[in-house]
Structures are given as structure tokens and as C-alpha cells.
């Protein structure tokens, strides 16, 4: 065919066997009809990935690649370029180390980049290949925070509306203390608006860390930091200030760590922020823990318990008495699952109460009480208190130390469901948590009813997930079950707008719930070591981390990567 090999590119994908002579005459039709390139056509056809195109460019033109979507974006350099060429053009300056600048380009045309250079003359300039839907969401993002720094009048115009008529604060703030320390409106702009795209991107916490250059700007999202942008250094001590004005603090203490909160209604719906702050050697670092009550999952059945843990887990809440441990690191949503249990045994005939450190969400019909160590009000304190109270249910935020575990066992033994967290590797090795901080093993036996071993994964996006080929033997050793191989579809990641190109939407729990029956109780009253619990639970039907997680990656929830970034092999 005389018309394959107009394109470098397509004479490399027939070359690599990636596409036909026929799929790339129906990419030129296309390119031909609808004016776009020819990259873009093949991509819109299904021949190929977006991957598979930035691939191919970085081989054929020797452009090193770059994924900006993990990659700290510099102002100072991004501010080097118009923002008209970078609409444009399509491009990123992304990193400026001495007299060098980086630049991010997804079009590799020999004009763009003599374009590029002569924008740049002086500086010696380093091309890098990215891909186009990360070019694009740098834009979207980075250039509100260039007109926010750099053009006050062109702020007042785009922001005044938007943001007054979407955040108001419930508390007033001083503005005599404003005007004070001369906190300037692109500034309360700024904040408002790191705030609110951390909303919508479904952030769980802002991170504002000073550094040598600036004020780096982070999200957490799905359990992982993402770099959202480097601020300049002249504006750090003005935002920071700021944040911790909205959050009630004294702005003239630095040297000390503080605690506070903010409340903002944001489009007709409260959400709090748990702010803390910590001095570090550039300045304060601030970290906003997002507390959006309406996204709280407290559906028992939605938040990825397998049948039969389910049912476990639901025959211990209808106990009249004894102890449920929920288990596991910080951050993998032990407290939604205790949240969760309590929302199902809230009934007006029964007495709640609870002890936490920090109360994250308030419930209706629940008591509950928020530490405060510096006067005395501790786990253990409170509970005794608790005792007095004729309680029927209650939820200890955590038991640290061996005086709130032997009041917790206890209060199970006398006649109270009780609920608690634990931070242990798997579900057996909580009993030999209990025994270490000095509880008898026949007060285990006698008290504890359940134990529930719990991690977060992120669930693949639905939009764009794609199906992925593993060998055999990596899957068998992975623990899927030999005989379903063949028949299973195992998908991953691979990102697009709607998960910030990041492969990943949400975050699902993978549980281990293991049921004190007898079998247990005697391997507890011999001091059995938590691997025998562990075999002895797994024989009476304990489904483990890892396969909660290999179930939920033949449904298609999940990656593989996921599962095993997230638990061990049993």
C-alpha cells in the first residue's frame, strides 16, 4: 500500500505488529475527516492505547518520557512560558535547576520545539514526552494558581462569584486581625480554592509543606500523596497564616504544634477539616484531614466484607456481650468499620457510648466523648466512667496501654458489648498483642467474641480499566485457586480523566474476620503463637487478607499490584 509510511509513527506501529496497514488507513480517513492527528485517531479507533502512543513517540523521536501526574511542577519554571503558548502548544515547563528548564510536550514537531527554545534562548532546555491527558490536567489545574499569584485584578473578576457564593465560613472571622498581619484577598482566594479542589478530586487530607523553595502543595487521594504544585516561597508565611486563621489558632505561636478545626458549607453541604500544624526547619507544615460526613460509607454490606465474614461479623454484633477487636494500620478504615457496626446496633433501647481520640463524626442517638489527655481524660479514664453510665454498647477509639485493655476486657466480661481497634499485622496476632500488654490468656478466652484484620485497596477505575495477561505460575503463587485459572479476567489500571489518570476510583476494604470458637479459646488457654491461631482459624472457614483480596480481583474490583502492595502472602 503506497499510503503506509506517510507517518513515522505508523510505519513504527506496523513495524512492531501494534496495528494493520488497514487499521492505519482507517486512522488516516479519520485524521483526514475530523482534522485530528494521527495518534489521536488511532486512539479514538481502539487501536491503540495512549501509552502505546507516547511509547512510540519517545522511541522514534529519543525524547526521554515523564509521568507529570507524579512529578512536582515548579512555578518558577511553569511561569517562564505565556500561558497562551502553553494552551496552545500543549506544554509543561515542569523543573528549573540552574540554567536549565524542563519542558513537558506530548507533540514532538520539530516546530513546536524550535518554538519552545526560542521562547527559552539563554536557557539550555530539555525536552521530555508526556501524554496528552496529563499535559491537559496540569493546565486545568496549575494555571488558575499562575492568575492567583500573578494577576490580583484578573482574580477579583474570575473568583468574587464563584467562591463567595459556594464557601462561607460558620464562624465569623476578626477582621481587624486580618488587616493586622495584612492577609490579602488572592491569598483567602488561594486557600478557598486549594480547599475546594481537594474536594472535588476526593482528597482525604491536605498536606502544606514548607520547603527550601516554597510551599508545596499535596492531596491524599485513594491512600496515596499525589504533588499538586509548588508554590512560591514569598507567599508561604501568608497562606499558612491563613489556615490558621480559618482554623481558630494563635498565628503568633511557630515554634509549637497545634490542633484546631475549621467548619465551611461548601455548595449546600458542611464539611469540617481537622487541621494540624508542626514546626519544621522551613517553617510550619499544615495537614487538613477532610471530614465529609455524606461520603462516609456506614453500609455494613458495602464496605467489602465476603459473605461469610459478613455473617460473622454480624453474629458477633447480636451478642448480648463481649469484645470485638477491628485490626490493622493507620488509615486502613478501621474506624468506618466500627462506625458502621455502631449505626446498626443504634437503637433507641440501647445505651451507646463512645471514646475516641479525635471524634471525627457526630451520630445521632450516640454518646460520644473526645480525649483530652493534658487534663486527665484518657481511653482508660473515660471508660471507668463509662461503667457508671448503664451502658449497653461501647467503643473504645483504641486501646493502647494495658489499662485500658484490662478495663475493656472487663466491661465485656460484666455484661457489655464492647468495640475497639488494635494495631496488629493480621487477626490471630491480636491475641498475642492482649498477652504482651499483660492480659491474662484466660481473660482472652472469656472476653473476646471477634476479630477483624483489615487493609484499603484502591478499586480500578470503571472507565478505563483494561484487562491484563499474568503467567500461571505467578498467579498460583500469588494464592488463586488452581483450578480457576484459566477461566479468570484479571484487570489494572490505566487512567483517564475521570481518575485523574491515576487507573484508581475509590477505595474498597479487604477483611479477615476471625470468629473466637472453641477451637480458638483452647489454642488461646495453651498460648498456642498467633500462627497456629491463625492455620486453626483458616481450617473453621476464615477467609484471609490476601484471599479477600484475590476475590476481589476476579470480580474485577481491584489490581493485582494492589493486593499484594497491601497484604502478605499467608
Known amino acids: ?23 492505519l488507513l482507517n486512522a ?11 495518534g489521536a485517531a488511532l486512539i479514538k479507533l481502539g487501536y491503540i492505547t ?12 529519543g525524547y526521554p518520557l515523564i509521568n507529570l501526574s507524579k512529578t512536582e511542577i515548579d512555578m518558577n ?39 519552545i527554545k526560542f521562547l527559552l534562548s539563554g536557557f539550555n532546555v530539555k525536552i521530555y514526552l508526556t501524554k496528552d491527558s496529563e499535559i491537559l490536567k496540569v493546565i486545568d489545574r496549575f494555571m488558575f494558581f499562575t492568575d492567583t499569584i500573578q494577576t490580583k485584578e484578573t482574580m477579583t473578576e474570575l473568583l468574587e462569584s464563584a467562591l463567595t457564593d459556594t464557601v462561607s465560613s460558620e464562624a465569623a472571622e476578626d477582621e481587624d486581625r486580618e488587616e493586622e498581619i495584612k492577609v490579602e484577598a488572592p491569598i483567602i482566594k488561594l486557600a ?19 520547603n527550601e523553595k516554597g510551599v508545596n502543595i499535596r492531596y491524599r487521594i485513594d491512600g496515596i500523596l499525589h504533588n499538586i504544585l509548588n508554590l512560591p516561597h514569598k507567599i508561604k508565611s501568608s497562606l499558612i497564616t491563613r489556615i490558621k486563621i480559618m482554623s481558630h489558632l494563635d498565628i503568633s505561636e511557630k515554634r509549637l504544634p497545634q490542633d484546631g ?31 465529609e460526613k455524606e461520603s462516609v460509607q456506614l453500609d455494613l454490606t458495602k464496605l467489602g466484607f465476603e459473605e461469610i465474614s459478613l455473617k460473622f461479623f454480624i453474629e458477633a454484633l447480636e451478642r448480648p456481650y463481649g469484645m470485638i477487636l477491628v485490626t490493622g494500620p493507620t488509615g486502613s478504615g478501621k474506624t468506618t468499620t466500627l462506625y458502621s457496626a455502631l449505626m446498626k446496633l443504634n437503637r433507641p433501647e440501647v445505651n451507646i457510648m463512645t471514646v475516641e481520640d479525635p471524634v471525627e463524626y457526630s451520630f445521632l442517638g450516640i454518646n460520644q466523648v473526645q480525649v483530652k489527655e493534658e487534663i486527665g481524660l484518657t481511653f482508660a479514664s473515660a471508660l471507668r466512667a463509662f461503667l457508671r453510665q448503664d451502658p449497653d ?16 476486657v472487663k466491661a465485656a466480661l460484666t455484661g457489655h458489648l464492647v468495640l475497639s481497634t488494635l494495631h496488629t499485622n493480621d487477626a490471630a496476632s491480636s491475641i498475642t498483642r492482649l498477652i504482651n500488654m499483660g492480659i491474662e490468656p484466660f481473660l482472652i478466652s472469656s472476653s473476646l467474641i471477634l476479630v477483624i484484620a483489615q487493609r484499603l485497596v484502591r478499586k480500578l477505575c470503571s472507565y478505563c480499566k483494561k484487562e491484563e495477561r499474568y503467567a500461571k505460575e505467578t498467579l498460583i503463587k500469588l494464592g488463586f485457586p488452581e483450578d480457576k485459572i484459566e477461566n479468570i479476567k484479571i484487570y489494572g489500571p490505566q487512567g483517564c480523566p475521570e481518575c485523574n489518570n491515576t487507573g484508581y476510583s475509590g477505595r474498597i476494604a479487604l477483611y479477615e474476620v476471625m470468629p473466637i470458637k472453641d477451637e480458638i479459646r483452647e489454642l488461646i488457654l495453651t498460648g498456642a503463637p498467633a500462627t497456629e491461631i491463625k492455620k486453626e482459624a483458616i481450617k473453621l472457614g476464615m477467609i484471609t487478607l490476601r484471599q479477600s483480596g484475590i476475590y476481589k480481583i476476579i470480580q474485577g474490583i481491584t489490581s493485582v499490584d494492589e493486593v499484594i502492595r497491601t497484604t502478605f502472602e499467608d
Open 1 to 23: 500500500m503506497t499510503t503506509v509510511g506517510v507517518t513515522p509513527l505508523g510505519q513504527y506501529l506496523i513495524k512492531k505488529g501494534i496495528i494493520t496497514e488497514e487499521q
Open 28 to 38: 488516516l480517513q479519520v485524521h483526514k475527516a475530523e482534522g485530528i492527528k494521527i
Open 50 to 61: 495512549e501509552d502505546q502512543l507516547v511509547y512510540a513517540l519517545s522511541d522514534i523521536y
Open 77 to 115: 519554571a511553569f511561569k517562564l512560558i505565556p500561558e497562551e503558548v502553553i494552551k496552545k502548544y500543549k506544554i509543561v515547563p515542569f523543573a528549573k535547576t540552574g540554567n536549565t528548564i524542563k519542558v513537558a510536550i506530548c507533540e514532538p514537531l520539530n516546530t513546536v520545539v524550535d518554538y
Open 192 to 210: 478557598n480554592k486549594i480547599i475546594i479542589d481537594a474536594l472535588k478530586m476526593k482528597a482525604s487530607d491536605i498536606h502544606i509543606e514548607p
Open 261 to 291: 478545626r475549621i467548619r465551611l458549607k461548601i455548595s449546600d453541604k458542611e464539611v469540617d477539616f481537622r487541621v494540624s500544624t508542626i514546626p519544621t526547619i522551613y517553617g510550619e507544615k499544615i495537614v487538613l484531614r477532610i471530614l
Open 393 to 408: 454498647i461501647i467503643m473504645v477509639g483504641e486501646i493502647r496501654d494495658f489499662e485500658t485493655a484490662e478495663i475493656a
